[in-house]
C-alpha cells in the first residue's frame, strides 16, 4: 500500500500523473484538509501535522509515502527521514531546476507557499539555479481559496497579487494546488511556460518500486481519507481524479 498525501486536494496533480506511470499498485491518499493551509504554519507545527498523516498511513501499511506537498517535502523530510529511516519517503521540489534546463535566461516568476519559499531546503535550490532574474512570490492564501474552489476569489488573488509579473517566461508551480488553476493564471500573465513537480516525483517512485521489486504488485485499490471527513472535498477529489476509490471515514480506525 503506498501513501500519499497532501494539505488537500492539491496532491491530486501529482497523483494524477503518478497513476499514469504507476497504475498497477494500492494506493492511499491522504487529504489533510483538516489542517489546511500547512504553507502559512510554523515549521513545527506543520512537522506535527504531518506526523499524524504519516502515522496513520504506515498503521495502514504503508512503507512508502510519497510527500505530494512541496510544503510538506521542503519543511519535513530530512526529520521524517530520520525519524522513521524504514519507510521510503518521495518527497517533491518547486521545479526551477526544469525551468532552469529549459530557459535560464528568461525571466522566471516561483510561486510558492511561504514555508517553502522560506525553507532552507529551496533557498539552497534557489542560490543553486538563480538565473538572477527570478521572482520569489509567497502565495499566502492561496491554496486555501483552490481548496474552497471559489473561481471568483481566485480571480481576484491573481489579478491583484500577479499582474505586476506580466510579461514572464517562466512560472514554477511550486505548490501542488497551483496546476488547478493554470488557466487563471493565464489569463493573468498571458501565454507562459509552466513548470510542476508532478512528473519528477512520479519517475522516482517508479524507479523506487523498480528497485524494490515491488512495481505492477498491487490490484490498482484506490483509498481516500480527508482528515474532516469533508464531503465537499471527497466530491472535488473524485472530479479531479475521475477514478474508482473507496472511502475511509476519518473517524474510525477502518480495516483496509
Ligand atoms: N499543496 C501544498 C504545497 O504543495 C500546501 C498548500 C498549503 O496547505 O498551504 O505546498
Same mark, same amino acid.
Given at each position: 500500500?503506498?501513501?500519499i498525501?497532501? !494539505?488537500?486536494?492539491?496532491?491530486t496533480t501529482?497523483?494524477k500523473?503518478?497513476?499514469k506511470?504507476?497504475?498497477n #499498485? ?6 489533510? !484538509?483538516k489542517h ?5 504554519l510554523?515549521?513545527?507545527e ?6 499524524e498523516?504519516?502515522?496513520?498511513? %504506515?498503521?495502514?501499511?504503508? /512503507? ?6 512541496n ?5 519535513c523530510?530530512?526529520k521524517?527521514?530520520?525519524e ?9 521540489e ?11 535566461? &528568461? ?5 510558492a507557499?511561504?514555508?517553502?519559499? #522560506? !525553507? ?8 543553486k539555479?538563480?538565473n ?5 512570490y509567497?502565495?499566502?492564501? *492561496?491554496?486555501?481559496?483552490i481548496e474552497?474552489?471559489?473561481?471568483e476569489?481566485?480571480?481576484?488573488? *491573481? %489579478?491583484s497579487? *500577479?499582474? &505586476?509579473?506580466k510579461g514572464v ?10 496546476p /488547478?488553476? &493554470?488557466?487563471?493564471?493565464s ?8 513548470f ?5 516525483? !512520479? ?6 518500486l %523498480? ?7 498491487? #490490484? ?10 469533508d464531503? #465537499? ?5 473524485s472530479?479531479?481524479l475521475g &477514478?474508482d476509490?473507496l %472511502?475511509?471515514?476519518?473517524s474510525?480506525?477502518?480495516d483496509i
Amino acid at each position: 500500500m503506498i501513501g500519499i498525501f497532501d !494539505s488537500g486536494i492539491g496532491g491530486t496533480t501529482v497523483f494524477k500523473e503518478i497513476l499514469k506511470l504507476t497504475p498497477n #499498485q494500492n494506493f492511499i491518499y491522504y487529504s489533510d !484538509s483538516k489542517h489546511n493551509p500547512y504553507g502559512d504554519l510554523a515549521n513545527e507545527e506543520i512537522y506535527k501535522n504531518v506526523k499524524e498523516v504519516v502515522d496513520y498511513l %504506515i498503521s495502514k501499511g504503508s /512503507l512508502i509515502i510519497v510527500i505530494a506537498c512541496n510544503t510538506a517535502s521542503m519543511v519535513c523530510v530530512k526529520k521524517l527521514r530520520e525519524e522513521y529511516p524504514n519507510v521510503t519517503f518521495i518527497a517533491t521540489e518547486p521545479a526551477y531546476k526544469m525551468a532552469h534546463d529549459y530557459a535560464f535566461d &528568461k525571466e522566471t516568476l516561483v510561486m510558492a507557499t511561504k514555508s517553502t519559499i #522560506q !525553507s532552507e531546503k529551496f533557498l539552497n535550490l534557489y542560490h543553486k539555479y538563480d538565473n538572477n532574474i527570478t521572482y520569489l512570490y509567497s502565495c499566502s492564501g *492561496l491554496a486555501e481559496l483552490i481548496e474552497d474552489g471559489n473561481n471568483e476569489a481566485i480571480n481576484n488573488y *491573481l %489579478i491583484s497579487h *500577479l499582474t &505586476k509579473y506580466k510579461g514572464v517566461t517562466n512560472v514554477v508551480l511550486g505548490c501542488t494546488h497551483y496546476p /488547478l488553476i &493554470k488557466k487563471n493564471i493565464s489569463k493573468v500573465l498571458g501565454k507562459v511556460n509552466f513548470f510542476d513537480g508532478s512528473c519528477g516525483i !512520479s519517475k522516482e517512485l517508479k524507479r523506487k518500486l %523498480i528497485d524494490k521489486g515491488l512495481l505492477d504488485k498491487g #490490484q490498482g485499490k484506490i483509498y481516500f481519507i480527508d482528515s474532516n471527513n469533508d464531503k #465537499q472535498k471527497i466530491k472535488r477529489f473524485s472530479e479531479i481524479l475521475g &477514478k474508482d476509490y473507496l %472511502i475511509l471515514d476519518a473517524s474510525k480506525n477502518e480495516d483496509i
